[in-house]
């Protein structure tokens, strides 16, 4: 009987090479974990959390909020547009136009209330 040579082959298997799905998945996680983070820090820092009045601790509040006005015209989102619908937007655009137009852009406050035309919701 012959015996025949057989040689084994064997490679060091890295961590990295043995462990990389496991690290790909702990990666993504803590990527994504630092984009909420930065997101949730713009969300809080540039006031838009003041304004979100769909958070819990706004509920009483909600009541409050208007939602309809007297010199806005509230559009269908869907249907077709007529020529009636499109000079009732001219009308309002041209207004509201003349209205930022006489605003001193460069005055002392051209965003403050009175500026831009928004009065408190009468009551």
């Known amino acids: 009987m ?5 040689t084994i082959i064997s490679e060091k298997v890295s961590f990295k090479d043995k ?6 998945i702990t990666l993504s996680i803590f990527i994504a974990a630092g984009i909420v983070l ?3 820090t713009m969300y809080n820092g540039s ?5 979100d009045l769909s958070r819990p601790g706004y509920v009483s ?3 409050q909020a208007t939602t309809d006005s007297d010199d806005f015209l509230n559009f269908p989102s869907t249907g ?3 020529k009636n619908d499109m000079s009732n937007f001219k009308t309002l655009y041209s207004k509201q136009a003349q209205r930022v137009e006489t605003v001193d ?3 002392g406050d ?4 009175d500026a831009l035309n928004i009065s408190a919701p009468s009551e």
């Open 2 to 6: 012959d015996k025949k040579n057989t």
């Open 19 to 24: 462990h990389s799905f496991l690290i790909f």
């Open 38 to 40: 930065i997101s949730m």
């Open 47 to 51: 006031g838009a959390a003041q304004l």
């Open 61 to 63: 509040v909600r009541s």
């Open 80 to 82: 077709a547009i007529s």
């Open 105 to 107: 852009a460069f005055g």
């Open 110 to 113: 051209p965003l403050s209330p």
